[in-house]
């Protein structure tokens, strides 16, 4: 592939999960009182259906994105990609006119299948990438989701004051036209000499999940990223719930503050991780974040001032480096022809906890505040604190000889 022809490949994908994630900020702001309206509910009960609606669409991403990604690799990213776009145009649409708590769910459990699609873009990442352009270059695919949270948060927050439901024609809208300019724009990256034969025992995420821990150091890594982001999706899971109930922010303030650590993420993952690497190497970087990560879940389980916690907020960013590290270590452990399962295997980790996590964190802040004397929305930073107590050990303690050339 010309270098031309690569940048623009490389712009687009970045463009697709920059709009990924404004689709994902431009709803979040109002789900609590979409949720209440079709309800009829308390912000605790919103949050368990809000735990609900993330759990369904996150166990269509655990089941979805090996398929998509062994698909990406025998057929290509290219029209995975293009499907998947037109399908969440639609969905979005769905889920803008539903009257039902289930037609939303409906509408969840279709985004979670095309929102699989991330392993693909990752993938498609991968084939342009070197191995030492690796990690750095994953870091960008979070500055996309941040630069993604900037805008979608913003707009949504905006959009959420005129109506509850302007926010899902906004993201429809806008993953139709990013369909149409990736049908355009977009060439393929999956070469002869890479194609890998479609093989339905690893197109699951229980057999990928399998054969790719047979690889040295991949199974220990993936546990680690799997805990790591069961922690972290405490931040979507109740902090729309969180934030009103502790502060009794608006939608617009909501947005805000999702805005400003969006910024964050976009400025740590899109140029500070790269001189991060490079000064500290990945097994430092992984321990900074993870420490940084701790101390920012303890603070905001104290913080009782709703401005002092909007100027935190870009500060919590600071240690979203951990997923880009881990991610690129184990690309750089897993061939060329391997690169879409591995991607697809990382999704399913990430999707497996998003099933697990915020049916937990928000059951936790339900009992915290609607039921009985306890009144600390805070509860499910106090989980996640001591979630990353839990990666540090298993990160610090000895490796076996298999993983050491790993970790």
Known sequence: MERAQRRRAFTFILITLVIDAMGIGLILPVLPDLIAELNGSGIGAAAVWGGILTTSFAVMQFLFGPVLGSLSDRFGRRPVILVALLVMAVDYLIMASAQTIW?????????????????????????????????????????????????GPIIGGLLGELGIRAPFYAAAILAGANMIFGFFVLPETV????????????????????????????????????????????????????????????????????????????????????????RFGERMTIVYGLVFNLAAFVVLTL????????????????????????????????????????????????????????????????????????HFPGAPFVLSACLMLVCLAVFLAPAPKADSAAL
């Open 103 to 151: 037609l939303l769910l409906f509408g969840r459990v279709i985004a979670g299948i095309t929102a699989a699609t991330m392993a693909t873009a990752s993938a498609a990442i991968a084939d342009m990438s070197s191995p030492e352009q690796k990690s750095a270059n994953f870091g960008l695919v979070g500055a996309a989701f941040g630069v993604g949270f900037v805008l």
């Open 191 to 278: 070469t002869d000499a890479i194609r890998r034969p479609l093989d339905l025992r690893r197109a699951n995420p229980f057999g990928a999940f399998r054969k790719l821990s047979e690889l040295e150091g991949v199974r220990r890594l993936l546990f680690l990223f799997f805990t790591y982001e069961f922690a972290f999706i405490v931040y979507p899971a109740i902090w729309a719930y969180f934030t009103k109930a502790r502060y009794d922010w608006t939608p617009g303030m909501v947005g805000l503050s999702l805005a400003l650590f969006g910024i964050g993420m976009a400025i740590v993952q899109g140029a500070l991780i790269g001189s991060i690497l490079r």
């Open 303 to 374: 913080i009782g001032n709703g401005w002092l916690a909007l100027a935190f907020i870009p500060l919590t960013s600071l240690g979203a480096v951990v997923t880009p590290a881990l991610q690129g270590r184990m690309s750089r452990i897993a061939s060329d022809d391997q690169q879409g399962e591995l991607q697809g295997v990382i999704a399913s980790a990430k999707s497996l906890a998003q099933i697990v996590s915020p049916l937990v964190m928000t059951q936790i802040f339900w009992a915290a505040t609607d039921r009985g004397a306890l």
